[in-house]
């Protein structure tokens, strides 16, 4: 059973971890795409903080995760679940309902985000720590 996740994994935080560990234990390989740099970009208005190889390089270091590939395009969900013969989408709540068409082609199924943790409040946070210098 092959599990697809997506996601841009910036900061990379235990919401991120918490997500992929649930992910892979509805399956037995966790496939993980990686929102490209670009596709950050056009979706949320800025690059992230950490570069795409980095990105793919922490997430493929994780032991639930069997393989990383590159996001390109929201559009392209179908052709990835394809390519890479995933039986099931895994997604977090926060899309609940938003890859519904993907039921097409294999399972969906939306995750319940960890509560009080996101990669922008960590931006916000770290940003306003007074410096000592
Ligand atoms: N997540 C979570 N709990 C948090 C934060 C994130 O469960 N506290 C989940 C999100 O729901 C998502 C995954 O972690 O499933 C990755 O989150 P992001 O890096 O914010 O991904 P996003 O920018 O939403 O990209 O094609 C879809 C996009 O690539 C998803």
Request: glycine share 6%; charged share 25%; net charge negative.
């Amino acid at each position: 059973m092959r599990i697809i996740t997506f996601g841009t994994f910036d900061v990379f935080h235990v919401g991120h971890v918490n997500i992929l560990e649930r992910a892979k234990s509805l399956g037995t390989e966790l496939y993980v795409g990686i929102s490209s740099d670009e596709l950050n970009n056009s979706k949320k208005g800025r690059y992230p903080i950490y570069s795409q190889e980095d990105r793919m390089h922490i997430v493929s270091a994780l032991s639930c995760v069997d393989f990383v590939f590159l996001e390109e395009s929201l559009e392209l969900k179908k052709d990835y679940i394809q390519q890479y013969q995933a039986n099931m989408l895994v997604m977090g709540d926060d899309w609940q309902g938003k890859f519904d068409d993907m039921k097409l082609y294999c399972e969906v199924k939306y995750l319940p985000r960890t509560p009080s943790v996101s990669t922008t409040e960590i931006i916000e946070v770290v940003r306003h720590i007074p410096s000592n210098e």
